[in-house]
């Protein structure tokens, strides 16, 4: 496994400033955010952005090795170009180099649809996106939601319905701890090689606080990464932890440092 934070630590940074930040405090690995990936399709076309993103990447040794997919994008909205605005990101994240591309399916609350109508609905565009794909070592990672995809039961459905090498699944423990079936283990064992992404958060078990392990929240981090070393889990362990960053800027960076010190005590 690799240590990772995702950009949106820094999140009033630049994308270049904040991947800047995560180097200079021992971090060779990130997790682009939704925030910075839209901050860089501001700038003009995807593929020249993502590869002038990269090469500034490489110049200060940081891999940007997973990113967030558009949060904003409804997919199953009809009265949207979403499978052209979703390709448009796809473009931009290839030209960085990511690997695991984190997806949210859509919930639906506005509409009256069945639980199974909603998993097909999204399941259309997802094929689309994952065909996009085809060729490239690109992965869309399903995340684990509150509303929709709650357990791993759903987007193991999406990985034998579309049966591809570019779909797998991104496991938030945060969301898992609060989802009603909380068990980390059993979801981490049943996902096994379609396991592509991780977003690390913490919980009460109540609410998505965003926080780091080890504090007052209650997810077995030390069962989670036995059970990652298990599968033989060797991508990303990215923290997603925003319920951190409303502080000095020493002190987010201090925190950085602590966040790695947790990484190298689960992964000893």
């Known amino acids: 496994m690799k240590l990772s934070m ?11 400033d904040a991947v800047k930040e995560l180097k200079n405090n021992g971090y060779d690995y990130c997790e682009l955010s939704d925030e910075h990936g839209a901050m860089l399709l501001e700038r003009g076309d995807a593929k020249t952005v993502g590869a002038e993103f990269k090469k500034y990447c490489d110049e200060i040794g940081m891999t940007v090795l997973q990113g967030h997919l558009f949060l904003k994008v409804r997919l ?18 290839l030209a960085i180099g990511i690997k695991s591309a984190v997806l949210h399916c859509d919930h639906m609350m ?8 909603k998993l097909h609905k999204n399941l259309a565009v997802i094929k689309q996106l994952t065909d996009y ?6 992965v869309i990672c399903l995340e684990n939601l509150t509303r929709i995809c709650l357990n791993v039961d759903d987007l ?20 898992l701890n ?18 592509k992404a991780l977003h690390i958060a913490d919980n009460e078990g109540k609410t998505d606080q ?19 070393k298990e599968i ?25 440092r602590y966040a790695k010190e947790i990484f190298e005590y689960l992964t000893k």
Not at 156 to 175: K, P, V
């Open 6 to 16: 995702w950009t949106a630590y820094f999140v009033e940074m630049s994308p270049e």
């Open 76 to 93: 199953c909205d009809e009265s949207a170009p979403v499978v052209d605005i979703m390709k448009n990101w796809l473009d931009l994240f």
């Open 110 to 117: 506005e509409t009256s649809f069945t639980h199974e109508e």
């Open 133 to 138: 794909l085809k060729g490239t070592d690109m």
């Open 156 to 175: 193991m459905w999406f990985m034998e319905q579309i049966n591809s090498e570019n779909l797998g699944i991104c496991l938030d423990t945060g969301h």
């Open 178 to 195: 609060f989802s009603g079936t909380p068990d980390q283990v059993a979801f981490i064992r049943r996902a096994g090689k379609h396991l």
């Open 210 to 228: 965003h926080m780091l392990p080890f504090g007052k929240g209650n997810v077995d981090f030390v069962a989670v990464a036995d059970a990652l």
């Open 232 to 256: 033989g889990y060797d991508r990303l362990f990215n923290y997603e932890v925003p319920g951190e960053r409303l502080c000095p800027l020493e002190i987010a960076r201090a925190k950085l």
